[in-house]
C-alpha cells in the first residue's frame, strides 16, 4: 500500500453513533440524494491526535491512552471559504487533547502535514459534504436529525486507546490501516 501520511489517533467505542449514522443514511435513501455525503467509516470513529509524514520518525515515542470517557457537546462544521465542508462532533474536554497535540508537535514539528499547521480542534468527523448545493436544500432536516440523535448520547462517549494508523489519501474515502494494537 502507498502511504501518504501517518496519524495517531484516539479511538472511539462507535455502537452509540450507530444510529445516527442510519437515520441521515435512510433520510438521504427517502430523497434520493446518497451521494452528496461521504460518511466517516463508523467502525473507525476517532479523535484525530496528530499527523505524522510518509516515515515514522526514528524518535517516535507512542503516547500513553490517559482517556475513559469524553464529553461530546454538540456538533460543528469545518469550512472551505464560507462553504461547510465537514461535519463533526464537538467535544467539551479538549485541553488534555490539546495538551497532547502540542506535545507531539514540539517532539516532531511534522509541518508538511497542512493539518498540523492549523488550530488544533478536537474533534468526532461524522461526514464530508460532497455536494454542498444540494445539501443546503437538506440542510435543516439533516441537522434536526444530528440534534435529536446527538442528544441521546451526548455525555459521555467511551474511548479505547490511541493506535497508530497508516493511510493513503489518494483514495476517497481514503485508506486507514491500524498498525499497533
Do not use: A
Not at 110 to 124: A, G, K, M, S
Amino acid at each position: 500500500m502507498k502511504i501518504t501520511s501517518y496519524f495517531l489517533w484516539l479511538e472511539i467505542i462507535s455502537e452509540k453513533f450507530v444510529d445516527i449514522f442510519c437515520k441521515l443514511q435512510e433520510y438521504l435513501r427517502e430523497n434520493n440524494i446518497e451521494n452528496i455525503l461521504e460518511f466517516q467509516n463508523i467502525l473507525s470513529l476517532h479523535i484525530t491526535l496528530y499527523y505524522l509524514w510518509e516515515n515514522i520518525p526514528e524518535n517516535f515515542i507512542f503516547p500513553k491512552s490517559i482517556f475513559q470517557n469524553i464529553e461530546l457537546i454538540s456538533f460543528d462544521y469545518f469550512k472551505k471559504g464560507n462553504r461547510e465542508f465537514i461535519c463533526y462532533g464537538t467535544i467539551k474536554n479538549i485541553e488534555i487533547l490539546k495538551s497532547i497535540f502540542e506535545n507531539l508537535h514540539s517532539l516532531y514539528q511534522e509541518i508538511r502535514i497542512f493539518e498540523n499547521n492549523l488550530d488544533y480542534v478536537p474533534h468526532i468527523t461524522f461526514f464530508k459534504i460532497k455536494n454542498f448545493l444540494e445539501f443546503q436544500n437538506h440542510q435543516k432536516n439533516i441537522e434536526k436529525i444530528l440534534q435529536e440523535e446527538l442528544w441521546k448520547i451526548i455525555w459521555n462517549i467511551t474511548t479505547k486507546n490511541i493506535f497508530l494508523y497508516k493511510v493513503n489519501s489518494e483514495f476517497s474515502p481514503e485508506l486507514q490501516i491500524k498498525i499497533n494494537e
